[in-house]
């Protein structure tokens, strides 16, 4: 490749998924080296994990598909996906929203997720200031493996859910809110502070970094055995 | 009075409660002035309105007490209060506690409310983590006018009760935590990005402030008519 | 509903109040099918408590009129209403400022309040650097029961109404100014410090908030007897 | 039990594991009453989870073996421990330090997970100043099925861990440090930002935290079929 | 003078005042070789200058004295004091507390003020929460011609106080409070965003810098003509 | 006037110098009612003190100028002007910037105290990264009774300045800079910390402050005798 | 040159380079009359050393180039440099940076080492959550003398590679990242923690200063001898 | 070693000089264990490199010297060091102070650079409030190499430098100061925004780091060739 793109292309045998490329910043220049240089390898190499470009633009994608023409632009996640999507059945992740304004982000984890093997509950809208929309979905939430919690405003959710149940629960703050909301800096202490142990928790809008650690963990209940 | 402490003796006139003296800082100089200018108000022109000394140590309590014999010390809360307890019987302030830790606080509050002549529930330990402690104690919260509630780690009691109760809850964020609590921070914000509405706040470990509001609030719906 | 709006309709029978919708971030879709729900919730079910949808833009304003086409749209304090405005005749509800540009926020405050059942006084631009100006209306401040003082700059103005009457006040700081203001951190810090007792504070710009708690505390003076 | 303390007792049936006891701010009369009541359900109603007392000082430690005679004070990792550690032989939690400093946060996460049924192999003092350090532990870190890896200063452990294995790591900054450390705030940055995929994060020095959430994905790969 | 510490005895003639000796952190060796040097200056060069020594300790006024053995010590105000107090008779300066815990930074503002040459008039605890406290003192304060206010909390008194004289104001914002008061963070801010104009701002508990700054504004009215 | 604007007409006698209309945020209409009212007093009420509008668009000049045709815009200070500049010829202002990138703000000051009645000397550009350039104007420095200092990027430059001059320094921070510079907060905190006693601080970017008070301090010393 | 713009042409004299023009907030005017003095320094005084200009856009370069013609812009690195570049063949400056997104920081850094005389050896994208690709550069790092480490997000790549090489690293921290990289203050502190000696840093984004650090550090190798 | 301290012994092989031994934090056990291996590699392996014990308390220095008798405490520079100090003569570093308050950090520094070979000179308290002190040493200042500016309060002792000398400036800000200080902090801010180029900078209080930079810089004058 050029001097300034330099893909991790080991990745995949390292730590069983290929580099999320993140995508702000970089140029046309760039992100089309990178598109080219992942085609040659899907081709000459066959290689056949699935790759994410994430926070994807539509003039991106634009660049992505040309050299990659069946890559799958996700609007809302604003993920561009190559490869296969939900292939591998690993069931038990569910992704919960506090709010309707999450619901971004959590299409970052869920595709993400999917992306990596994963089917996929969503439960969306499912805030704590009315506590029982959450109490009604528990049967759901009971059966999941990893559970990505996405809140803004004041971000209670994981802490309420992480009473009820017993896999991991990942919360990602999003930045949904105002005044001393701090762009999800306040959903980020009240989960960092949770007193709900087991709750671990991911960068303000990183639905990616939720989605990918959700996966993980549920992928090595069906690979590895005690 | 002497030319450094200058009390504001028409409070009571104003705002219907005597000032409450914080006691911190205060030399025991200036200390010994302003009991002994309350005790020539009390006897002198026989002002009648509780007064309440905020933070007091146990030293400051027995300064006092040389110009204020009768003067009772609430250890846990940290109050010295001059005056009847809990007298005209206002009825509806519940003081609630997401944890243990949270109750020297809570205190302060209940006490405060106490002097303004309130009576008081007391609901301890009910905190998130484990919400059907909290759904257990509903019908104690519903026939509440006035709620405050108590937390400190990630603050969200108030959240939850908020979508629970039709009275205004005035919500007190404590120091109780480590690390990104930051002192108190982390709860004040949950509680400031609610997203239950007529959740209210005041100052960190400001169990005076979140009482007396509460008094105030309970206080007009026996003084006032529609 | 559909999978991303999860609407809390039990909360007037909880709460005393119907959800506020907060519309920034939702997309135009979900806010078509909460305007669509609400509508046959109106219809079908008799629901005849007033709803309010918070920092709506003309544009979405729109949207909601296509199903609720009675929705009332309240330009400054940027609320879309449904349902009756001041039909309870709640007094006792001033909002005041500090100066004309926290009106907006004042309106939302008061629109709020409004919606809820209350008649509202305004008092505007009455500010502290000019005391006089406020001392000049102390009769009307007296009157109130509840008042939401809103205030950006160095919000000042709860702690010197906080000293002047006995009603509850509750503090709106809003992010007028600039520089070290830090888009209203400034004035909340200044009302979470305020050395006057019985103010409680909001979110930045948090009218709907201050003025939803008011209408709270005048509401119990109707509804309950002591 | 009494007004001030009120234990989640059906925690364990719940999410898998007792209740932790956050130790900090209890008075000696709570801590007393809740190692009763602990020694009361073991006894009575065979309850036979482990309990943990965290952040405990030897003197406190001292009011616990009144009532709980057989729990074990582990000393650096400031934890008393009830009932069996280690005991269900999950392999797989491995936990790692950056520096020296580090050891009494990891040493908390480890004898959490011990307690929870874990076995734990421990890997202290590896820090990336010296990279070849961690190099040469990458057989045993490629074994381990959740890592906890334990940093302060600039935290900078997690993110080059995460681009080694395929297992989930669970990051803990450590208030290890001075200056702009902040009490741990810089690597609890460092990680939250960390370029490296599906490093989830939990408070500084929350080493329980840490331990919880490992002990959580090992059980499920132990307990659930795919 | 010796390695470690190095005079600037060139500042009376440049900027019209000694040097203020700040002593925290200072070893006692460098304390005793300035205390020493100030007396051989005042003795060989007779320098007639006053000096000041800040934030003394007993233990380091003792030091002082044995090379000054007429030095002052100011206990309150944390000063230890060499040469003429009030001497010129400048008039003009007051200095004003919001409450009765900020005096002894303002003494440090006042004897500064002095040994400048002021005669300064103190006005103490007349805080904004009741209003009237300070509206009594206007004519005193009219009759100034440079301000210092001293308010902790959440320090609204400059700001009244900035639209009721046509003096300058300089406000000194100090540690007394609690919470997000932040050790004086909160009044600083406060004066900072003050909608009264001409009110200037020194560092948080800096009695120092606020007592020099009113007594050069003073001075000048003495010592030149238009 | 209208219920929305409250001008503080009495603020010429009591501090010497008409309101300062701040106009950010103020809507079109609020504007116009303050102008006419201006407009009125000084034809009804020969009111002839100046008055200015500060941070003025060009449109809210066309606004104010609608009612006041005698108004004069001064764009790079952002400021319309009404009445005399300069008339009272009060000699000993003068204005400092660090880089050329601060003049907008110091024009704000310049401007400010030239209506207050001063004449204004500009210095610009001298800043202390080349210190030979301040050290060449120290006679036109020197003269001054007061120096408004306005700096942005470190802000060193009011503390150098303070230790060569007899006179009080205002010190303007702006938000000149990037990165840590965080807007102007980190030249706020040199100016804060300035080991030059005297030196005051105003907010970021405060021109109008720092104008202010230099006028305040000038005017006195032709004002005011001994 | 005019009142507003004051250049240290002696600068080159005293610290072996020119002042480097920092555009931003610079009127057209005032960039202008800078253009057109360095011009004719330039010619009438044979001034010979290069002169950059910083932050450029587009349209600034376009004002430059009226009065320096020869001027270059390189538009990545958005300097406008005059003069000679790479001349002097200072050999030893490498400029590396962690992703593709830290290229435009890395570039301002190396075109301002270059016009200074230095050969610039750029390694870009070498990231450590994949450690292999910084491992094999070694032998290019340990040429080096000098380094430029320029990352974004976490920022831990100055630490790896301090503890890889023996020649000053200097870091640079940029803006690339999102959430709680804030702006660039996490790798800034990441950086600052660094437990890597050696490693300095300079502030977000500003590869202008760590450029210029590097040469400086170079040019000494060339320049002295021991 | 054990299990719990594991010495980076290639260290000096790769970045030409010891692993310095952070100490705050460290057991007794650690330490001695630290010392012993250092003691054996002295011993049987001939390493000859000196090595550093940082932020050392005189216990610490105890403990240590049971196993290298021959380390030296340097009390205010609080470091214990092994091996030969300044031998190898590189003459060009300059520790340079504010204010008195400075030394010990800038004695840490100092000791750094001469056990890495340097030969070291010190300029202590010419700080930039009185300018000439710092201009009086400028023959000093221009003939160092590297120069460590060691700084409080508001730190602008870099700056003023950087303007003046065309060697790298490495700036040490430390926690001397109150209030808006915040322990270091301001002067950090002061110095990264720097106006003067090549200024770099290290954590707060960080002697160590600053002296081991100019170190490097000044040994690869004496170590390599252009």
Redesign the interface.
């Known amino acids: 490749m050029n001097?300034?793109?330099?893909l991790?292309f080991?990745?995949a045998a390292?730590?069983?998924?290929s580099?999320?490329i993140?995508c702000?910043?970089?140029?046309d220049g760039?992100l089309s080296l990178i598109a080219q240089e992942i085609a040659r390898r899907r081709e000459e190499e066959s290689e056949n994990e699935s790759t994410l470009f994430s926070r994807v633009t539509p003039e991106q994608h634009e660049i992505i598909t040309r050299h990659l023409p069946d890559a799958v632009f996700h609007e809302r996640a604003r993920i561009t996906g190559v490869g296969t999507r939900g292939g591998r059945h690993?069931?038990?992740v569910a992704v919960v929203t506090?709010?309707?304004?999450d619901?971004p982000v959590a299409e970052e984890a869920a595709v993400t997720a999917e992306y990596m093997g994963c089917e996929v509950k969503?439960l969306?809208?499912?805030?704590?200031?009315?506590?029982?929309?959450l109490?009604a979905r528990l049967p759901d939430l009971r059966e999941a493996?990893a559970i990505v919690a996405v809140a803004g405003?004041?971000?209670?959710l994981p802490?309420?859910l992480?009473?009820?149940?017993?896999?991991?629960v990942?919360a990602v703050p999003t930045?949904?809110?105002?005044?001393?909301?701090?762009?999800?800096?306040?959903?980020?202490?009240?989960?960092?502070?949770?007193?709900?142990?087991?709750?671990?928790?991911?960068?303000?809008?990183?639905g990616?970094?939720g989605g990918?650690?959700a996966a993980?963990?549920v992928r090595?209940?069906?690979e590895?055995?005690?």
């Open positions: 001097a300034e793109v330099n991790d080991g990745r390292r730590t069983g998924f580099e999320v993140y702000p910043g970089k140029s760039q690993y069931r038990g506090a709010g309707s304004g619901v969503r969306y809208d499912v805030g704590v200031a009315g506590i029982h929309r109490l493996r405003m004041e971000g209670a802490t309420v992480g009473g009820l149940v017993s896999c991991p990942i930045s949904v809110g105002y005044g001393v909301n701090f762009g999800g800096v306040a959903p980020l202490l009240t989960m960092l502070n949770s007193c709900a142990l087991g709750v671990t928790v991911v960068n303000i809008d990183n990616i970094g990918y650690a993980t963990i090595q209940i069906y590895r055995q005690g």
